[in-house]
């Protein structure tokens, strides 16, 4: 099943490449003309993994008597978003690095490795940014099944 869904994402025209580069400079523009897109996706599951994280402090503030996930002070929230993202650029960039140094070792048996590479780091990126909701919802979700209910 996960292998469908990647290669049925794959298909996209985002994650293809129309003609064969022809030197670094291809390379590094396939890239950079997808990381304004690469950077909604991510931003979108953080945005929505927030949105979790948030409605899921707001009930256990209420049901158990403490916000699960939300830092103390809030502002350590900001800072982490901040740093995510400049990581996730970083991790980004790596991606096109790693592909003209893969293409000056292995040549044309690197022909796929940018397709590839983008297709699985942006999938991975967007899995890993909904991670601290998933983890979050699940301790939430426990503390509220076993708290001792009062009659």
Known sequence: MFHSAIASLA??????????????IDIILW????????NLIVG???VISS????????LTERIVGEAIGLPDPPFFAIV????????A?????????????????????????????????TIFSA???????????SIGAYSILTR???H
């Open 80 to 87: 982490a978003v901040i740093a995510y993202g400049v990581m």
């Open 51 to 58: 949105i979790l994280i948030l409605g899921t402090a707001f």
């Open 127 to 137: 899995l890993l940014t909904l991670l601290p909701a998933a983890l979050i919802l």
């Open 11 to 24: 298909r996209y025209r985002l994650f293809q490449r129309a003609q064969k580069p022809r030197g670094a």
């Open 31 to 38: 890239w950079e003309a997808r990381r304004i897109p690469y």
């Open 148 to 150: 001792e209910w009062k």
């Open 44 to 46: 979108s599951a953080g």
């Open 89 to 121: 650029n970083i991790c980004f960039t790596v991606g096109w690095i790693a592909e003209l140094v893969g293409r000056r070792v292995w040549g044309d048996r690197a022909e796929a490795f940018g397709e590839i590479a983008f297709t699985m780091g």
